[in-house]
């Protein structure tokens, strides 16, 4: 397989839009450097606010952030544009008002997850409101869903835009952090699962599970309209998602990061093998987290 870096993007606050990079340093503990390292907690509930609940929180999405100031591998300072085109820092001594204000509900702008932190979901079976465990797969202490690196492929891409071409199957509706060119080959990262991933000439990553999708894929945000038909589209590629039990529609991989480094594109990507005590202790302590946070 012939396969390459093609875009680097990091999103510094959970659900809010990102910032496409020229390179991107990688760290076993944060993923790419400066990713999710920040999030919205909405106060009546102690829950970290995320798109994945549309009535709440869609709004997240056409706010645009960027890192303009390193303090740290964990907390960079990050601008924020709001809708209105406004900005504001996240070190501002009047950035939770602002915030507040822009989304209309009270919230505060967090570094650091509460213990046992829980996202806001809307359960389209149940009906209801749910708290979704945070990080589970991830590191703790972590703003990630399930993993520190997302990955996808342009093959991936090209095939849901063939099976649905009045659609607009952008990069910006599904949020990786790596998107690698892989000419011709739709989900190929289904056979990456399990797998090790030497990304350059540094950095190592192992694969662990399919990234499942869910409605805010189909969000509007900037200049795409509201789709409900990407989800539909991406149950062409179905999976087992082993933390929740479920078969559901995958687009993309999640991958834990084994040796850090800094990447760019046109770096090489290429799957290697890796030792099954090594993909064993990877998996095992994604699951002890999916238990102990359920």
């Known amino acids: 397989m012939s396969a390459t870096v093609s875009q680097l993007w990091r999103y510094p606050i959970k659900s809010m839009a990102g910032e496409q ?23 009546a509930t102690g829950r970290i606010a995320s798109a994945k609940h549309p009535r709440n929180w ?18 960079p300072v990050v601008s924020i544009e709001l809708p209105d085109g406004t900005q ?47 990080a589970v797969g991830a590191p703790e202490g972590t703003f990630f869903d399930f993993a520190s690196l997302h990955i996808l492929t342009t093959g991936t891409l090209a095939k849901l835009r063939e099976l649905r071409p ?64 990407i989800l539909k589209t991406a149950t062409a590629n179905t999976l087992l998602f082993p933390l929740l039990a479920k078969k559901l529609p995958s687009v993309g991989i999640y991958a834990t990061v084994v040796r850090g480094g800094t990447i760019k594109p046109g770096d090489a990507v290429r799957v290697e093998g890796t030792s099954a005590l090594r993909r064993f202790g990877t998996y095992a302590t994604a699951i002890k987290r999916a238990i102990r946070r359920r």
């Open 166 to 229: 009045e659609s607009r199957f952008d990069l910006a509706r599904f949020r990786p952090n790596i998107l690698v060119d892989t000419v011709g080959v739709a989900f190929h990262e289904n056979d990456w699962i399990g797998r090790e991933l030497a990304i350059g000439d540094e950095v190592r990553a192992y694969v662990m599970f399919p990234c499942p999708r869910c409605v805010m894929t189909t969000l509007a945000q900037g200049d795409l309209p509201a789709d409900p038909e």
């Open 58 to 75: 869609a709004a997240l999405l056409g706010f645009k952030t960027r890192i303009v100031e390193r303090q740290g591998d964990r907390h």
């Open 21 to 43: 990079l020229a390179s991107a340093r990688v760290t076993v503990e944060t993923g790419v450097l400066g990713d999710r390292g920040h999030a919205v907690l909405d106060v």
């Open 88 to 134: 504001v820092r996240s070190d501002a001594a009047d950035v939770d008002v602002r915030l507040s204000s822009a989304i209309g509900r009270e919230v505060k702008l967090v570094s650091t997850p509460p213990r046992q932190a829980t996202y806001d979901e809307y359960n389209a079976q149940r009906g209801k409101d749910s708290g979704e465990p945070l």
